[in-house]
């Protein structure tokens, strides 16, 4: 697979289970993805930091640095997307890994397609390419918030917010519809690229971390709000 400039896409894979690993490598490859693999969380997180990938599968169990460290560390350097590799109705795993900078998660054992359709937008929102950026501007400016799409930037007057692509993206959507609520249905299609599902919490943990950074540089509790039962509104 290429990227917009026609680069090869590299995926690097953080997963201890052998077989897995190689079953996970055999079939990017057939996709045309460039594959990195690594076996425990030590190394994992050495080659994260040192060499470029445009996306990370990253297990939950690793040996050596469990992939909580692993995430938690790189996010402090690099804004590589993560997809991270949970144990099946493990939701505290998904939180956690939420928590620490996931971009969006993968219940084992999964459907291959399902995992390269994952990747796809994964990559998709990494790059600003959805349909929701191809015809707007760059640049948003709104209520002391500055963005900049070419290189996901944020700024809330003069300090920076540092996002992940996803959440950046959804920042972007709230933003570019200021003062409309947005449901979780729309959100999900427009930010995940994937239908809502009432048991996901994938986008509350994702609005509550950007919720928490937008404070933390001094935006108003009230600006960002949250109506139950009903979706999100930047005001």
């Not at 690793?62 to 560390?73: F, I, K």
Request: hydrophobic fraction near 40%; aromatic fraction near 8%; proline fraction near 3%.
């Amino acid at each position: 697979m290429l990227d917009k400039n026609n680069a090869p896409v590299s995926i690097l894979i953080v997963e201890d289970d052998l077989v897995l690993n190689h079953q996970l490598k055999q079939l990017l490859e057939k996709q045309h993805f460039i594959v990195t693999q690594q076996f425990n969380g030590e190394t994992g997180l050495l080659t994260a930091v040192n060499n470029h990938f445009d996306l990370i599968l990253l297990d939950v169990g690793l040996p050596e640095r469990d992939g909580y460290s692993v995430l938690n560390t790189l996010r402090q350097s690099r804004h590589t997307p993560v997809l991270i590799l949970t144990a099946h109705g493990a939701e505290e795993e998904r939180i956690m890994g939420f928590k620490n900078g996931a971009d969006d998660y993968l219940p084992k054992p999964f459907n291959f397609t399902e995992l390269v359709l994952r990747i796809e937008a994964i990559l998709r929102r990494a790059r600003g390419n959805s349909n929701l950026y191809q015809h707007n501007d760059s640049i948003l400016h709104y209520q002391g918030l500055t963005m900049n799409r070419q290189h996901q930037q944020v700024f809330f007057y003069e300090r920076a917010v540092q996002l992940t692509p996803i959440q950046f993206k959804l920042l972007w959507t709230l933003t570019k519809h200021a003062n409309q609520l947005l449901s979780k249905p729309q959100l999900y299609r427009l930010v995940m690229e994937r239908d809502f599902s009432r048991y996901d919490r994938s986008l509350d943990m994702h609005m509550s971390r950007v919720r928490r950074k937008l404070l933390e540089a001094g935006m108003p509790i009230d600006q960002l709000q949250t109506v139950h039962g009903n979706g999100y509104i930047l005001l």
